[in-house]
């Protein structure tokens, strides 16, 4: 079992940053990947970035690319979203997840997930 939390979501200009935090308990953090997901109002949960168990990995969706950073710190058992150069396309509600089992681009892989933080770039 493990239980996620995010954090540090908010209201923000588009070309503004945010940096969005997931706190994870339960069983041992260390052994699973880590990922984000957003969905906006109306849409289908999308893929946004992953990271491995040792952190040494990490993968992005295209959009995303050169803008945002996933990390983790294992001993404080947080997994974090640097995200930069925001645009309105961003707005959406994001959310943590662990554990992928099988295509990690896909939301029904992962099998858990935190209760999201909502994401407002504004114009």
């Known amino acids: 079992q493990v239980q996620l939390v995010e954090s540090g979501g908010g209201l923000v200009q588009a070309g503004g940053s945010l940096r969005l935090s997931c706190a994870a308990s339960?069983?041992?953090?260390?052994?699973?990947?880590m990922g984000w997901f957003r969905q906006a109002p109306g849409k289908e949960r999308e893929f946004v970035a992953a990271i491995n168990s040792h952190g040494g990995s990490t993968f992005y969706t295209n959009s995303v690319k050169g803008r945002f950073t996933i990390s983790r710190d294992r001993d404080k058992n947080m997994v974090y979203l640097q995200m930069n150069d925001l645009a309105f396309d961003d707005t959406a509600v994001y959310y943590c997840a662990a554990d992928p089992e099988g295509t990690f681009t896909d939301a029904r892989d992962w099998a858990y997930w935190g209760q999201g933080t909502p994401v407002t770039v504004s114009s």
């Open positions: 339960g069983r041992t953090f260390s052994d699973t990947g």
